[in-house]
Each structure stands twice: as structure tokens, then as C-alpha cells.
């Protein structure tokens, strides 16, 4: 069974091409070990909502773009296993350091798909 890992982050809109750089660098990392696809989404209609809503969650200020992103793995084992390599990687030496966004705001979390239609 698939496995999902979701991320939503607020970047300032200024940083996109960092952003994206920094994303097709980690991306290509993450899939040379056995991730399938990665995707990530810059923010285009995400709207304020009443109680909650994406920028809340990341608690993005004025001037930042909440970026929705997902990688996928064939299982949770995969994806265990690509995590612990790719953060051993050179080629992601550093990043933490050079990160075009506020990694404290950051949330992500794994998910075990339950329809794919």
C-alpha cells in the first residue's frame, strides 16, 4: 500500500525561486533512494476561513505563500528507509541552515492513503 508524506509551509513570496530550488534539489535526493513522486504546490486559493484555515496553520503573515507539498512512497517501510538515507545524503548537507522559510511554522506529517480515485 502507498505511503504519503504531506507538508505545508509558509515562504516568503520573494524566496519562491529558492523555494524551488531547494525542492528540486531535496526531490531528486528523495526519489534516487525510492520515493515515487514528489509534488509541491505554490499557493494560488487559499482562502482565510472563519475558524481555521492553511495560512493559520502555519502561521503565515502578510507577504508569504503557503505551499501545500506532498512525496510519495509503494509503502511506510520505503519511506522510513528513504528518510534515514536522504538525510545522510551530501547532497542535503547544510539545508536546515539555508532554508528559504521558517521551519518552526512547518507542518507535515505521514499518511496511509485510503482512496485514490
Excluded at 507577504?63 to 517501510?77: K, L, M, T
Aim: hydrophobic share 45%.
Amino acid at each position: 500500500m502507498k505511503y504519503v508524506d504531506g507538508f505545508v509551509v509558509a515562504v516568503p513570496a520573494a524566496n519562491k525561486q529558492q523555494y524551488l530550488d531547494m525542492a528540486t534539489r531535496a526531490a531528486q535526493v528523495f526519489k534516487d533512494y525510492g520515493a515515487t513522486r514528489v509534488v509541491e504546490c505554490w499557493g494560488d486559493d487559499v482562502p482565510d476561513g472563519k475558524l481555521t484555515d492553511f495560512r493559520g496553520a502555519v502561521k503565515a503573515v502578510e507577504g508569504e505563500i503557503v505551499v501545500f507539498s506532498w512525496i510519495e512512497y509503494p509503502s511506510r517501510e520505503v519511506r522510513d528507509r528513504v528518510n534515514q538515507e536522504a538525510m545522510k545524503d551530501p547532497r542535503l548537507a547544510g539545508m536546515e541552515k539555508q532554508m528559504p522559510f521558517d521551519g518552526k511554522r512547518m507542518i507535515f506529517g505521514g499518511f496511509m492513503p485510503i482512496l485514490d480515485a
